[in-house]
């Protein structure tokens, strides 16, 4: 008996300390050109290195060739800002323990790695100081490893792209004619880690590399500390391997502090179980009453680094290691028929969807359904228990009942019996 309750703790914790699996993008253009793998995350407290491939996958168009994006690959430790939960994810991969917590993770990367289409791996980091070829203080020298490309060896023999010191160079002049302070400067680091270094024959690169995958590593610093500069060296230096490896790309982001700086502060959205939003830029702190089911709930984040964090009576919302807000539950079943409802916004009668967020300029009905309780957040009636058929402006809401820090949208929540049936979001302009 003692030997099934073990097993069965055993079971459960496993199931929670391997929650959180990477996601994997494809972006697909014309088939005539490479493939380029680019892998963020494996350090989870390097936001240059996992921010980065969010706004890869938010602002670029790949018109020619491919690109595969992982941006959250140690996605727990990203979490926790830590470099690694349960060790070095990046010492792993020479072998690894099936009981090790990252396992699933290194072996699910590696086939993303060996896919026969990779041409190109680039891993992105935020390493310490700035990489010299000569010592010239503590934090500029040649064991530091920020503002560099990391190879492992000069070349791969008889590969395409092989040539990894080239590539790099090219990369560095590119990146080099235009940096925001002139110690950001980038330089090639080559660890010779066939000859020279152990630690790094256990690393992502190494094992692409001896996969006859040619890899870098993109190391941005960790000594430049605006979190849109890091990220505007990473997306340069993804623009100039593009450019090597004959990709051809669109995109709608100008590489300026305040373009990226906005679409950093940009979280996205939170949909649950397709009945409930929340849009997390705008959103108060602590979102209260969010109905949910007491099992599984779907959810949906719209932004590639947003997860939810249990903490007992609540969940915080994470995007990355950033704490953007706190969910607080009301469990309800969910036994309900109906998918969205009828509205009379500013005059004119549409079908909203349960999920949808609408914007209203004046006032707003709902229309009744037979059995479906109404209400509206923050509207006061005496002797009506469905809030439907009562035209509502703004000024009839209380205000402090907005999901948002403008006081602008307010929640319509609707019931069948005491099973939840969806919310739908009014906007006032
Ligand atoms: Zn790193």
Redesign the pocket.
């Known amino acids: 008996m003692f030997k099934k309750i073990v097993m069965l703790i055993i079971l459960i914790s496993a199931s929670y300390a391997y929650e959180r699996d990477f996601s994997f993008h494809k972006m697909q253009g014309d088939p005539d050109a490479p493939t380029l793998l680019v892998i963020g995350g494996?350090?989870g407290d390097?936001p240059g290195?996992y921010f980065a491939p969010v706004l890869m996958l938010k602002h670029y168009e790949i018109k020619k060739g491919s690109v595969y994006v992982v941006p959250n690959l140690n996605f727990d430790s990203l979490v926790e800002f830590r470099?690694g939960k349960y060790g070095d994810m990046?010492r792993k991969f020479a072998d690894i323990k099936e009981n090790d917590p990252d396992y699933r993770h290194v072996q699910r990367i590696k086939e993303i790695i060996t896919l026969p289409e990779v041409a190109f791996v680039s891993n992105l980091?935020?390493?310490r100081g700035f990489y010299r070829h000569k010592w010239e203080s503590a934090i500029f020298n040649p064991s530091a490893?920020g503002q560099s490309y990391i190879i492992d060896q000069q070349k791969i023999e008889d590969v395409e792209f092989g040539n990894l010191d080239e590539i790099t160079a090219k990369m560095e002049a590119i990146l080099n004619k235009d940096l925001h302070e002139n110690h950001h400067t980038f330089n090639v680091k080559n660890t010779e880690t066939k000859e020279v270094d152990e630690a790094m024959q256990k690393s992502l690169t190494y094992f692409a590399v001896t996969n006859l995958k040619p890899a870098i590593?993109v190391?941005t610093s960790k000594n430049i500390t605006e979190l849109d500069l890091k990220v505007i060296y990473q997306l340069r230096s993804f623009e100039a391997l593009m450019q090597v490896m004959g990709i051809e790309y669109s995109t709608n982001l100008e590489l300026t502090r305040e373009a990226v700086q906005a679409s950093l502060a940009d979280y996205g959205s939170l949909k649950l179980n397709d009945k409930f939003t929340i849009e997390l830029s705008d959103s108060k702190f602590s979102t209260r009453f969010v109905p949910m089911k007491k099992g599984d709930n779907k959810i949906d984040f719209s932004h590639p680094l947003g997860t939810l964090v249990s903490r007992g009576d609540h969940y915080d919302i994470h995007i990355g290691h950033l704490r953007v807000g706190a969910l607080y539950p009301q469990y309800f079943d969910f036994n309900c028929e109906i998918k969205g409802a009828k509205l009379i916004i500013d005059g004119v009668e549409k079908y909203v969807q349960f999920g949808d967020i609408v914007d209203v300029k004046k006032d707003f009905k709902v229309l009744a359904q037979d059995g479906i309780r109404v209400n509206v957040i923050g509207f006061v009636t005496k002797d009506k228990t469905s809030q439907d058929g009562i035209t509502i402006k703004k000024s009839d809401i209380i205000e402090r009942f907005a999901m948002d820090n403008k006081n602008k949208t307010f929640r319509i929540e609707f019931y069948d019996e005491n099973n939840f049936c969806g919310m739908i979001g009014v906007k006032f302009q």
Do not use: F, K, L
Request: aromatic share 8%; charged share 35%.
């Open positions: 494996v350090h390097e290195g470099r990046n980091h935020d390493g490893w590593a190391e």
